[in-house]
């Protein structure tokens, strides 16, 4: 079974300094990831997404991830963090290979926080 | 506005009443989805349909939720004899053929069991 484990709850920085947002993978075969951010009171919003093609993903809003296949990793980051990118963060796996199925399967979520 | 829209963006009702709720996708989008979120996790699955055929549904959806697309555009998702555990925010989302893993969120009913 696909699953996705977000390793921090809440993660706190200070606006311009680098942003690091860790998720770790479990999938029985090669998976496709996402990441979505959800604003309050908005939607979620995609970020970025790997399918198989390129490691390093890079998203909106200057976000990009890396997928490691031999540490089973995902991490979503930021060169530097701004006050607007505070929000949840939910590290995502494809249900089922090639999407067939659809389900998507959230991680619990990382509670971004910027300060000033 | 072109995005995935619902309706209501809220509802209040009381333990043992039905809700209904509404999600429009993204025009030409053949895959609808419906997913469950509640206070502090992540979205969880409950079904889905490719035009108007539901093709999977999680354990999650109960008898007392049934969710329609009759005619492969707007789709319904219903909850008899609502309780307590059914407050929650309610997200749809859609896909299209070409990215059907890409799938494009609502903004969400809120919905409160009293």
Not at chain 1, 47 to 65: D, H, P, R, W
Not at chain 2, 22 to 34: A, G, K, M, Q, V
Not at chain 2, 90 to 100: D, E, F, V
Request: charged share 20%; hydrophobic share 30%; net charge positive.
């Amino acid at each position: 079974a696909q699953s996705v484990t977000q390793l921090d709850s809440h993660v706190s920085v200070s606006e311009g300094t680098p942003v690091l947002l860790r998720c770790n993978y479990s999938s029985s075969y090669s998976p496709s990831l996402f990441w979505y951010v959800q604003h309050p009171n908005k939607g979620l919003q995609l970020l970025l997404k790997y399918t198989s093609a390129a490691t390093l993903v890079k998203g909106i809003n200057g976000f990009e991830a890396e997928f490691k296949k031999s540490e089973t990793s995902f991490h979503l980051t930021k060169p530097s963090a701004h006050m607007s990118d505070a929000a949840e963060y939910f590290c995502v796996v494809s249900g089922n290979y090639g999407g067939s199925q659809g389900n998507l399967i959230f991680g619990k979520g990382t509670k971004l926080s910027v300060k000033p | 506005d072109t995005g995935v829209s619902q309706d209501p963006r809220h509802k209040i009702t009381k333990r043992g009443q039905n809700v209904t709720f509404r999600c429009d996708p993204i025009s030409e989008h053949n895959r609808l989805y419906w997913y469950r979120q509640t206070l502090g996790q992540g979205p969880e699955f409950l079904t889905y349909f490719q035009n108007e055929a539901q093709l999977e549904k999680s354990r999650l959806l109960s008898d007392r939720f049934s969710a329609e697309r009759p005619k492969g555009s707007f789709s319904t998702l219903e909850i008899q004899r609502t309780e307590q555990g059914d407050s929650a925010m309610y997200l749809c989302a859609s896909s299209s053929r070409a990215t059907i893993e890409t799938q494009y969120f609502g903004p969400g009913t809120r919905l409160l069991v009293l």
